[in-house]
């Protein structure tokens, strides 16, 4: 016999002794982690303040890391198809909000590092077909994502069923499934109220200086390809 025979034979019984829950446990445990940001917290200001982006970064989109993985830990160990269900809004919740911040930091970059600037390409092409020109895209982002009652996200979408790039809107924080994001605004009070108090406009309007249009470019000539 091998030593790795051996070693797999000697470490077999150990593995088999565990409870299933446990296995289960040990599978789900620390799947999701915070993603590091590319820019310092203060690397959007003026635009956004630094304490809103640590606070945003480190303590809200941290909450939603956390809940996501003690909803799927407990989803693991749920005994029946009821309790599963009981435990979905925790999911989609949770879930939600570690897709739409993890993709939100990447839609946003320091303006001394290209933030605010699209420069000629395919996106910017698609915007002025699907809109009629760059300020009317931004201004019926605005409109929309302003309009949004209570919290939820804004959304440059690409419809791979109509080829169109469209806004829309999801409440909460549910992502977004019925197109590929290309720009997503947060529009819960915590992305903006430290700093621009209840004036919704101003914070959308200031947005535009830090977005990413590289990242959005990439995901669109992605999307694009669907
Ligand atoms: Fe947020």
Redesign the pocket.
Known sequence: MSVLSAIARAARPATRALPRASLSLAAARGVHSLPQLDYAYDALEPHISGQIMEL?HKK??QAYVNGLNAAEESYAQAPSPKDQIRLQPALKFNGGGHIN?SL?WKNLAPASAGGGELAAGPLKDALVADFGSVDAFKKKMNTVTGAIQGSGWGWLGYSTETKKLEVVTTANQDPLLTHVPIIGI?I?E??FYLQYHNVKADYLTAIWNVVNFKEAERRFVEASKL
Do not use: K, L, R, V
């Open positions: 945003h809200h989109h911040h939100f947060d819960w915590h992305a």
